[in-house]
C-alpha cells in the first residue's frame, strides 16, 4: 500500500513514523554493538511511546534511560523495570523517585555535587531504601560532571556509599560529538567517552568503593565506537528516528530517517518564489540544528508524500502555523507549481524536538499489506 | 501570599501566569483602542485556554481569532461564537469547517488565491451553506495576501460572491513590525495596515463587491496605531502575556510580561561560571526571538520566584531538559552561589512558543488572598 494512500484520511500537520525504517534502525545499533560486549541502555525521550519502548527495548522491559521523572512514571507503569533518570537530580523530586520505586521499577539518579550526594543520602535512610545513584563524569566539557580526577569524585562516591544511598557507578555523555562530523572523528569521542568513565570507575574503585556500571554514550559514539573495555553499557536515544542533524554528521543518510511532517499547502507567492504549507515552528519545532552544519537545511527538507526528497526544495522560514517552502539558496531548480492541498512531507531537524510537538505517530507499518496505524505518545513532566 | 507560598508544591519545570499582569495587559490595549472606534478581535493561538479566552473576550463569546481548526472547535464548544481562522485555508479541511458552523459558530476561513476562492465556493454550494471568507492582503511583504492593487483581488472577490460562498471582506497583518523598535515606527506600519486593507476593500467595493470586514492587526501595530479610519476591527494576540521579544521592541517592560518557567537548579560549574536547570528546550521551546535585537536574552530572562530580574543572568544555552544560567557577556556582576534545588522563575522569548510546551497554567491569581489555580491548556491541530 502506497504512503498515500495509507495517509489519506490524516489531517495536516501531522506526524509520521515509518516503521520499517525504524526497526532498520534499532536493528543496525543492536548488530553493531554485539561484538563490543556491552548492554544497550536506549534513552525513551525521542519517542515518548510505549509502542515504540516496547520495540527498542531489549526484551522489552529495559535496561532504558529518561529524562523526565513523567517520563519512568509512564515507562514503569508500563512494565519497564530498569530505568537511568539521566538529568542532574533537584533533591525536591527525591519522593517521586522513591514512590516510583516502591512500584517495583529499579529507577536511578545521577548526580555531580555534594550537596546532591547529601539529599539522596539523607532521602534513602528516610526512607529505609537505598537510591541508586551514578556520578556524572564531564568527559568533554559539554555540561555538567565531574573530571575523572576531581577529588570530588571519590569524596560524593563516598558521601552516598557511606550515607545510605547505593552508589551504582558512573555515567558519561560525549554531547561534544553533535559537533564534529564522520566516523573517525565520533571515534575519537567514543575513546574519550571511554576513558573517563574507565578513570572515573578506577578512582572510585581506588577509593575502596563499588562501581558496578560504567556507562557512556550518545548516538555518534554508539555507531562509531571501537573499543570500549570497561564500560558496561552504551546510551542512545535519536538513532531510532534519525534526523537531519544526525545526517549532516554523517551518522545516517536522509533515508534512514524514519520521522516526517505530514502538510499541507495552502498558498504561494511566486514573486517571491516561495509556497506556504501548514506546518510552521508549532509543528516543525524551532530546532535549527543544522544552521552551523555544512548543509543548511532550514526548518526542514522538503519530500513529496511518499517520503521521496524533492531536489531542492527546504522550508526556509517558519511562523506559527506557516511554513515557506523554498529552493535552496545558489539552486538552479524551478520551484515547482504546487497548488492548496497539495501534501507533502518534511524530515526534521531534530527527531527529538519535532516529535515533542504532537500528540502521537501516525505510523506507516512495515508490513507493507497493512494500513496505518496510530500510536500515541506522552509529553510534560 | 506569596509567589513562593503559592508556587511551593508545583513540580519544575512548570508554567507560571500571573493573572495581574494578565489583567492589566488586556485592560491596556481595550481601552487604548477605544477611542479608535474598531471592534477588537483577539488572536487565542497563544494562550489556547478558555480561561484565559473568558479574561480576554469582549462579552465572552467573541469575536475572536485562531491559527488552527482545533482551536476552532474547543473555543466553539466552549461557547465562542464569532471566529476567524487566519491561516490561508487548505481545501480539505473546508468539511471540518462546515461542521464548526454547522453547530452554530460564525467560522470565517482567510485566501489569497482563484484556486482556494473556487474550493469555498464549490464547498458552499455543495453544502447549501455560504460559507464567510476573508482575502488576505499584503501589506509589508511579510508572507502571503494579494497586493491591493492586484487584478486577482477582484477576481477572487467575484468568485466567492457569485460562487456561493459569502465575502466577508478583506484582512491583512503587519508581520513586518516585529522586526522594528519604539512607538514611531510600529505606527508607521500601522498606517502601512490600514492603508493596505482600506485600499483593497475600495478595490473590491468598486467592483461592485461588498467588503463589510477590514481586520488589521499586530501586537506592535494595535498598541501604536493613531488613525484606523475605515478599519473595523483590530486583531492582536501575544499582548495578553507579553514576552522579551515585545520588551526588546519597546511595547512593553519585562514588568509586563504574564508568563514565566518555573524551575530548579539542578547542578553548576563554577570553572564554567554556569549553574544548571531542569528548564531546557523542551520548557522554554527553541525560540530566540531576541538574538536579532539589541539585547539578546538568550533563551530566557533568570527572575528569583517572586518574579524579580536577577541582575544579568541570563539562560545562555538549553539542551532538551537542561538550561545552562550564566552571566550575559560583558556583565560585571558574579555568578550567585544558588545550591541544587533553588528555584528560579524564566521570562521567555516568545509567549506563544513557550506556553505551548505545557498542558496548563499554574496561575497566581489576581486576588492576593487567593491561593494558586491550574488553569488547562490545548495543543494539536
Known amino acids: 500500500m502506497s504512503a498515500a494512500d495509507r495517509l489519506h484520511a490524516v489531517e495536516t500537520p501531522g506526524l509520521v513514523l515509518d516503521e520499517g525504517r525504524m526497526l532498520r534502525n534499532i536493528e543496525r545499533l543492536r548488530s553493531r554493538l554485539q561484538p563490543l560486549n556491552v548492554a544497550l541502555r536506549p534513552h525513551l525521550k525521542t519517542a515518548k511511546s510505549i509502542e515504540v519502548a516496547r520495540r527498542v527495548l531489549t526484551g522489552g522491559d529495559g535496561p532504558a534511560t529518561v529524562s523526565t521523572l513523567k517520563e519512568a512514571e509512564v515507562f514503569a507503569a508500563a512494565g519497564i523495570r530498569d530505568i537511568v533518570y539521566a538529568v542532574g537530580i533537584a533533591p525536591q523530586k527525591l519522593d517521586r523517585v522513591l514512590a516510583i520505586r516502591a512500584r517495583g521499577c529499579d529507577l536511578s539518579v545521577i548526580l555531580d555535587s555534594p550537596g546532591q550526594a547529601a539529599a539522596v543520602a539523607e532521602a534513602s535512610r ?20 565531574l573530571r575523572p580526577d576531581d577529588p570530588a569524585l571519590p569524596a560524593v562516591g563516598r558521601m552516598l556509599h557511606d550515607g545510605g544511598a547505593e552508589l551504582r557507578g558512573v555515567l558519561t555523555h560525549a554531547g561534544e560529538s553533535y559537533g564534529v562530523s564522520g566516523a573517525e572523528a565520533h571515534a575519537a569521542f567514543a575513546e574519550r567517552e571511554r576513558a573517563a568513565a574507565v578513570a572515573a570507575a578506577g578512582a572510585l574503585r581506588s577509593a575502596g568503593l563499588p562501581c558496578p556500571v560504567v556507562s557512556v554514550g550518545s548516538t555518534p559514539t554508539a555507531h562509531a565506537a571501537r573499543d570500549l573495555s570497561g564500560v558496561t553499557e552504551m546510551r542512545a536515544g535519536v538513532y531510532v528516528f534519525f534526523d537531519l542533524v544526525m545526517a549532516g554528521i554523517g551518522v545516517c543518510s536522509t533515508d534512514d530517517i524514519a520521522l516526517s511532517v505530514l502538510t499541507s499547502v495552502i498558498g504561494q507567492n511566486r514573486e517571491r518564489g516561495c509556497l506556504f504549507i501548514d506546518a510552521g515552528w508549532m509543528a516543525l519545532s524551532r530546532d535549527r540544528g543544522t544552521a552551523g552544519q555544512a548543509v543548511d537545511q532550514g526548518c526542514g527538507l522538503v519530500c513529496d508524500i511518499e517520503g521521496t526528497v524533492l531536489g531542492d526544495l527546504v522550508v526556509s522560514g517558519a511562523n506559527q502555523e506557516h511554513g515557506v517552502v523554498s529552493l535552496r539558496p545558489g539552486s538552479r531548480g524551478a520551484l515547482p507549481d504546487l497548488p492548496a492541498g497539495t501534501r507533502l512531507r518534511i524530515l526534521p531537524n531534530h527527531a527529538c524536538a519535532t516529535a515533542a510537538q504532537f500528540g502521537g505517530y501516525e505510523v506507516l507499518p512495515a508490513d507493507p499489506a497493512a494500513g496505518l496505524a496510530h500510536w500515541p505518545r506522552f509529553g510534560g513532566w
Do not use: K, M, Q
Request: with cysteine.
Open 126 to 145: 528516610r526512607a529505609g531504601a537505598r537510591i541508586p545513584a551514578l556520578i556524572e563524569v564531564d568527559c568533554d566539557g559539554h555540561r555538567g560532571g
